[in-house]
């Protein structure tokens, strides 16, 4: 158990429609990932942020958006959802926004239909 | 930031002792190598972590010239349960961490 906890573990849903992940980070973690996963690829990195601010973006989509609330927890918007966003969304956090550890959650998996 | 270049995959015996090669030519002052391994449907789990020469922990060891370019994993005795996606990842001394392709390994009997 990494100790990051993420919800829902399985979403499905239908295209054009919106959804929102929940993230919370290891107790005492200040920096929380996200990253997608689709179907036997790589880790595509989306987005960090660092005690409530957002540090670094990756090729994230404009339909997608994310936020880390003061408690630390963080949440993934995906709107407007096409069956290509079917993936599996992994949360981590690490304690600083570095080259520390990061530990993952056990992710949320998204099918779109 | 840097990129690294590492086997598409690997396969091994158990009991053998396997080495992942990742190249990192473009490595600035301030970044760390790390690597991380990854089963199906599972969140990536951290290894192991090096700047220079070499790292040792309980599960693995790390290799790294003086010139950085480049890191070995090398990973003991692997069992089947070693079977599984490996990543180098060079990680900035600030933010963005990047994985890369990974390296399959596949443990036989």
């Known amino acids: 158990d990494s100790g990051v906890t993420q919800t829902p573990k399985h979403l499905i849903t239908a295209t054009g429609q919106r959804v929102t992940l929940r993230c919370s980070p290891r107790s005492g973690d200040l920096s929380v990932y996200w990253y997608q996963q689709s179907l036997d690829q790589g880790l595509q990195f989306l987005i960090q942020?660092?005690?409530?601010?957002?540090?670094a973006k990756g090729n994230i989509l404009e339909r997608f958006s994310a936020q880390q609330f003061p408690d630390l927890h963080s949440e993934l918007n995906l709107s407007s959802l096409e069956l290509g966003d079917s993936a599996l969304y992994f949360c981590a956090s690490s304690s600083r926004g570095g080259a520390g550890e990061l530990f993952f959650g056990e992710g949320s998996r998204l099918t779109v239909l | 930031l840097a990129k690294t270049t590492q086997p598409i995959s690997m396969d091994s015996y158990e009991g053998q002792e396997v080495n992942i090669t990742c190249s990192h030519n473009n490595i600035a002052t301030n970044d760390y190598i790390t690597w991380y391994q990854q089963f199906p449907s599972q969140g990536p789990r951290f290894i192991i972590q090096?700047?220079?020469t070499k790292v040792t922990n309980e599960v693995a060891s790390l290799f790294i010239p003086a010139d950085r370019k480049s890191s070995t994993l090398s990973l003991p005795r692997v069992s089947l349960s070693d079977t599984a996606v490996y990543y180098c990842?060079?990680?900035?001394?600030?933010?963005?961490?990047?994985f890369g392709a990974g390296t399959r390994l596949f443990v036989k009997a």
């Open positions: 942020y660092y005690n409530g601010e957002e540090r």
């Open positions: 090096g700047y220079k």
């Open positions: 990842l060079v990680v900035p001394g600030g933010f963005k961490t990047i």
